[in-house]
């Protein structure tokens, strides 16, 4: 009882600041609904960014892998930090010099209205059927976990899962469409600060527990029992290859950080380029830490239950309910219930972003006003909502684990929409045929592979999806470059300045990402075996 009263107390505590801050914001505008007045500040920026990407996916997903794999997972965090660097140096000041307010909107103006639909489409299908079915899901197991939901309510598992993902569904919705990005930005940072000291806590206590009340004794005897699981480098038969560091797995992490809309939103509606810049640098700072969070409880995980769990994915809520006092238990399962909704209201507001201003504005009333606009995406919100609360229940068998099963199917669209947007803006002559073209070959050969490898000739017959991704990537280019020779634009395509913000840069941006960049290298080297 202690557990729940904690967890409603702190939850309800996050709506009220939520409220109180978002109270002087004009919402009825797009600017003001969809990027909160264009007023965010780097602890703004840094704070949302990280909880949007840090949900139970992540949390669970990834806990779950190094339960069985060990550190080497650790490679998503620490490639995580390097693209958020590409995106603070290359893509920000891109996307503030035009002042978007989405990603598809460059594409207008770099090829044409049917290459922003295409890929705005392509956004919201992966939003509808991927990402936010498996937020709600990974969220509803890990609640129902931590909490023993079937026995408290005297239900199945399975029905447990349906409230659950229900109930994430409907408070989620309420944030992300009646209280436009900055109530989503400013619940995101305070759930931001709970989640690092909560996460912090579980290894903490974990490690305690293994060392008889010793957090560094614990931590010896889990290295010196597990030495496999502290090899960042794996072996052949790893799921993640170390191969494919250098190839699609880059790939995928300059997409997530740098074009996925529920992510960039938050530093597209930075005041500044350098309140953007800084706010991407400090998260990449962070990220560095995250193995701290997002890995090692799965080790820990696995040195206490021997291995015996089993699904890994409930590796993580199963140990903090072993190791976690049951006064805690509630003030973490509220921090943890934030960082679901961050991610699932995070994607939905994206979601009625892109629906309402390329979308219904361009292909079905042009003269909408902002307000019909915001209204519009709203409704549009509740739709996919819906649809995601049906099919996130349905996905609890999904193969590789969660984390790996999420990173696949976005391939589905992740690498296509990453050639056009780096295609774009390296480029002055290649035409609006070559984007079309990159993403229907992107998306279709992308699709013959997982055909072939899970319903044909067998996942050991071809190449990682990692790998293939790259090579997908790579020939996109070739085949926009081609295009561009044969059949190039009529004019150069120059940029414009919107003048929306400021976007001088700051001044300590580049020796600060050369740091960064050398941490992730000192980490990967001293765990190598």
Not at 27 to 39: A, H, K, Q
Not at 280 to 290: D, E, N, P, Q, S
Not at 302 to 315: E, Y
Not at 408 to 433: D, F
Request: with cysteine.
């Amino acid at each position: 009882m202690i557990g729940i009263l904690s967890f409603v107390g702190f939850t309800a505590l996050v709506a009220i600041i939520a409220y109180f801050a978002t109270r002087s914001t004009d919402e009825t505008t797009s600017d003001g609904y969809f990027l909160g007045g264009r007023s965010l500040t780097a602890g703004v920026i840094a704070g949302s960014v990280l909880l949007t990407n840090l949900s139970t996916e992540q949390i669970v997903g990834l806990n779950g892998s190094a339960y069985s794999e060990g550190i080497l997972v650790m490679a998503w965090e620490t490639l995580a930090a390097l693209a958020i660097v590409v995106t603070a140096l290359f893509l920000l000041p891109r996307y503030l010099k035009g002042g978007l307010t989405t990603v598809p909107q460059f594409l207008q103006t770099r090829f044409d209205r049917t290459t922003k639909s295409i890929v705005s489409g392509l956004f919201l299908s992966g939003y509808m059927v991927i990402f936010l079915p498996i937020v709600l899901y990974s969220g509803s197991l890990a609640i129902s976990t931590m909490f023993d939901v079937p026995g408290m309510l005297g239900v199945s598992d399975t029905a447990a899962l349906w409230i659950c993902v229900w109930g994430i569904g409907i408070i989620g919705s309420i944030y992300a469409i009646f209280g436009g990005l900055k109530a989503v930005a400013v619940s995101d940072t305070i759930n931001a600060i709970g989640l690092l000291i909560g996460g912090l806590m579980i290894p903490v206590f974990g490690l305690m527990a293994i060392g008889d009340g010793d957090v560094f004794a614990g931590l010896t005897t889990l290295v010196d029992s597990n030495p496999g699981k502290f090899d960042s480098i794996g072996g052949p038969d790893a799921s993640v290859p170390f191969s494919t560091i250098f190839t699609g797995m880059m790939l995928v992490q300059l997409f997530y950080w740098g074009t996925n809309q529920a992510i960039i939103q938050r530093a597209l509606a930075a005041k500044n380029l350098k309140e953007g810049q800084k706010g991407l640098m400090l998260a990449a700072f962070i990220k560095i830490l995250g193995p701290i969070i997002v890995v090692l409880p799965g080790i820990i995980a696995w040195h206490m239950f021997q291995g015996n769990l089993d699904n890994a994915d409930q590796a993580y809520p199963a140990l903090v309910n072993e190791v976690l006092p049951p006064v805690l238990v509630g003030f973490f399962a509220a921090v943890l219930f934030g960082a679901i909704l961050s991610s699932f209201n995070s994607a939905l507001n994206s979601s009625v972003t892109l629906f309402g201003i390329d979308i219904y504005k361009h292909h079905f009333n042009p003269e909408a006003s902002e307000k019909e606009v915001v209204k519009k995406g709203k409704r549009f919100g509740i739709f996919i909502a819906i649809a995601s609360m049906f099919i996130a229940p349905l996905i609890a068998n999904a193969p590789q684990g969660l984390f790996g099963y999420l990173q696949e199917v976005n391939g589905c669209y992740s690498i296509p929409i990453l050639t056009i947007v780096v295609v774009g803006y390296l480029s002055k002559k290649i035409p609006a045929i070559a984007a079309k073209v990159a993403l229907f070959s992107g998306v279709g050969l992308y699709l013959v592979y997982l055909g072939l490898k899970y319903f044909v000739v067998g996942e050991d017959a071809l190449p990682h999806y990692l790998h293939v991704m790259a090579i997908l990537f790579v020939m996109n280019i070739a085949i926009m470059w081609i295009i561009g020779r044969v059949k190039p634009r009529k004019e150069d395509f120059v940029l414009q300045h919107t003048k929306q913000v400021d976007i001088s840069p700051w001044k300590y941006v580049v020796p600060v990402g050369i740091g960064i960049c050398a941490l992730v290298i000192f980490v990967y080297v001293y765990f190598a075996q």
